[in-house]
């Protein structure tokens, strides 16, 4: 009788191990890493981190939003534009940041007169089939006075490094009715200097 219950009992328990065997595979799988998913996540956090690191705010890493890009205000007043350039742009920003958040906008790319420093030109508000072809630097403070054109954006870059060093706005004060040029530059020991100059003989 013994010897007929052994074999039966080892069967039992061979069968026993490979139930728990096949039950335990499920919870093993689910420990392990999901290494594809894992890659592509990895990817898409460090592609947002450079995104975000592209376009600064007040020299520190922007979101990666709306409303890091001119785009956010192309339909506000003149007025909201200008405010959102100042508080965007720093001097120290890289030619890939210009083009970043001005995205979607054409510029016109000119000399400096004085330095023959490389300057993106983007005009904004500009009336349909007006054109302007700059000669160097030249700004078109007369289509603005005329209202052919809302802005005229200059953002001049570093002869020694790829760093905006002068940001220009040029505009048409509506109160005045004179065309004025809203200047930001870096100068001596690394301060930020800021100048609107009123232009009044234009015609």
């Avoid at 939003?65 to 405010?83: G, I, L, N, R």
């Avoid at 054109?131 to 020694?160: C, M, R, T, W, Y």
Wanted: proline share 3%; charged share 25%; hydrophobic share 35%.
């Amino acid at each position: 009788m013994k010897k007929h219950v052994w074999p039966v009992i080892l069967t039992l328990c061979i069968i026993l191990m490979a139930v728990l065997f096949i039950v335990q595979i499920p919870e093993i799988k689910s420990e392990q890493p999901n290494l594809t998913f894992g890659a592509k996540q990895h990817a898409e956090v460090d592609a947002g981190e450079k995104r975000k690191g592209e376009v600064s705010v007040n020299g520190e890493t922007g979101s990666n939003d709306s409303s890091t890009y001119f785009e956010q205000v192309a339909d506000q007043p003149k007025e909201e534009k200008m405010d959102f350039i100042k508080q965007h742009v720093q001097l120290n920003w890289t030619k890939q940041n210009v083009v970043e958040f001005f995205r979607g906008y054409k510029y016109v790319e000119v000399r400096g007169a004085m330095e023959n420093r490389q300057i993106y030109q983007y005009d904004f508000g500009k009336e349909e089939g007006y054109e302007f072809v700059p000669e160097l630097d030249e700004v078109d403070l007369q289509g603005i006075a005329d209202g052919k054109l809302e802005l005229s954006v200059g953002v001049a870059f570093s002869n020694e490094v790829d760093e905006i060093d002068f940001l220009v706005i040029n505009y048409l004060n509506d109160t005045t009715g004179n065309p004025e040029s809203f200047y930001r530059m870096a100068v001596a020991g690394g301060e930020v200097y800021e100048k609107v100059d009123i232009h009044e003989t234009i015609y």
